[in-house]
Every structure is written in structure tokens, then in C-alpha cells.
DNA sequence: TGACAGGGGGTGT
DNA sequence: ACACCCCCTGTC
């Protein structure tokens, strides 16, 4: 447990806009931040979400004429925010460049979630994450992150505000002690982790490849920061040789983790939209990824989020 | 209320 | 193709 570095806040700042030029509505903001990118958000109360990334806390709601507006327990987490959401670019402009025009099923899938947007996260964040993902659905992944982070991470903020309750492990142990929010752990001290108590963190097989992956990235001081600084096709070749990652992990650190939108993860969920939408029964992951990229463009993987966000629509629809 | 299957956003062999 | 882990969910 690491517990050093623990920053006392005194509590929330007041919440304030934050510019979005396409803002979205509120099943696009859960989709877009709670809808398999990330894994650490919550909701706090009705309607207001908590979320953390990096050393960041922050929280988000719809206030007045659908604005998005922010609150952060921790320092400089207004640019941090504007980062990870990708403010700086426009949505339905970005939307607007894919092949709608000629595809009435992504047509259709833009119009019912306006806004939704592809979040730019911290990459070795993502690593961990999508390491986790193995056949686990978010619910799940989000229960791993939430131990790891509870366990191995740093203290990032105590605060005793009354409108968040839990803040991870201790509540649900039923200890007394005010909640405290941790960060995830860092590569460096995922490697200084034995397995077995990774394995403590629900992880199953998981934890191997974890383990493994962190001494590798331990071993090897600015690999990730350099493979995330590479084109695309050679940062996915590098991804795939860590233990656990395979083509559509690598794919969805990219995507969710480095802003790289041309990638273009294949999952059972796309596999099947894709066979049922696009006439590809019987084709292989790799083969519906070239199909994807080639049919959707630059910006396949937004359009496969748009795809993903329609099909979990459905699937919630048909129970 | 509690046991019991069944299946889960993949990867490696 | 199948094992890898084991928690969640729905069901009886």
C-alpha cells in the first residue's frame, strides 16, 4: 500500500463551464466516459459523475442549456480535463467527416449519439486497463481498476465531503476512516508487485501479463512514452509484443489512450455488428480491421465507437 | 435466501 | 480449437 504523498483537500472547487463546441446530452456523456474507454468513472449522485485519471479528481454534470460543466478536488485539472474530453475539437465536425452520406447505418448511429466524443487518456493507463479487458465486461474491469488503484496506488486527495460516499476499498470494508482517493499505480510500481497480490485484485489470468508487462516496462525506462510517440502502425507493433496485448488491446490504447482515431479495434461486438450490417459473415477480426479502416477512413475508430455505442443501445433495448 | 450454471469487449499455445 | 481465472448475472 502506498500511502505517501497524500494532499489534503479542503474540497471542491465551485462547478464551472466547460466549453464544448457540440456538448453532449446525458446518455452521450455516460456513453462517452462510461461506455468501455474508461474505466474510473462513477456516478456520484444523480446525474453527476466522478471520475479520475493521472493525479487528477474531477466531476462532471449538465447544468443550464446542456452545458457541460466541471468541478475538481485536485490543482490543474481544468487543462488536464480539456485534454483528456479532447475540447479542443468539435464532435459533429469530426463526425461530420466520416462516410455518412454513403452508409445509413453510421448515419444513423451519429444522429443518436450527437457529441459523442473519443477521449485522449494518460497511455499507460490505458495499457492497464485494456490488459484487464479480457473477456470481462466494464462493470468487472472497473471493479479490477478500483482494487488496483485502492491497493497499489498513491493517495491522491482525502476530502470529507458528504456528497461522495465511496471512495474505494474502505467504505465497502466498512471502516471508519474517510474516504481517500488513490491514482492508479505506475508501470514502475505494478513491477514491484508480486503476482499473487495482483491476482488479489481480481485480475484471474490477467495477472500474469501484467506482471510481466510491468517488469518489461520497468526494465526499460521511456519505452512507452517513446512507442506513444510513434506513427500509428509502428506503435501497434510495438504494443502487440507485451505479454496480453494482442491486436485489439493495442488497438483500443491507441484509440483511447493516444488520439491515434485511424485505429480500429475489432471486438466480438463489432465482429458481429459489422457481419450483421455489412454483409461480413464468416470474415476474421483482421479482416473486418482492414474493411473498417478502408470503408471508414482516417477516423475509422470514431466510427467504430459510434457502431459499439449503437449496439450496447440495442442490447440494453432488447432486455 | 442461496446455490448453481453460463458466459464474459482476448491472448497465447 | 481450447485453456486461462473467477466474478457477475440471471435463474431456479
Redesign the pocket.
Known sequence: MVESGAVNLKGWTDWRPLALATPPNSAVLAETID??QAFRWQRAADEIWLGQWDRHLARLRLGVAGRLEWSAATAGTEAALSTYLDADRDARELADTLPWRSDVHLAHCIAAFPGLRILRQPFGETLLGFLC????????IK?MMALLAARHGAVIAAEGATDVKDGGEDARMGRWSVPNYHRLPTWTEIAAVPEAEL?GC?L??RA??IHQTALFIAANPGWLEETEALPYAEAKARL?T?????????DCVLLFGAGRLEAF?V????LKTMAARYGLEGWKPAQVAQFGRAHFGPLAGLAQQYL?AWE?AEARRS?
Not at 479487458?133 to 468487472?140: D, G
Not at 507485451?242 to 493495442?250: D, I, T, Y
Not at 471486438?267 to 463489432?270: L, Q, R, S, T
Open positions: 461506455g468501455g479487458s479480457a473477456t470481462k465486461q466494464i462493470v468487472q471493479q491476482r481480481l484471474g489470468f500474469r501479463y502487440v507485451l505479454p496480453g496485448v494482442g491486436e485489439k488491446v493495442a479495434p471486438d466480438v461486438w463489432i459499439f450496447r432486455t
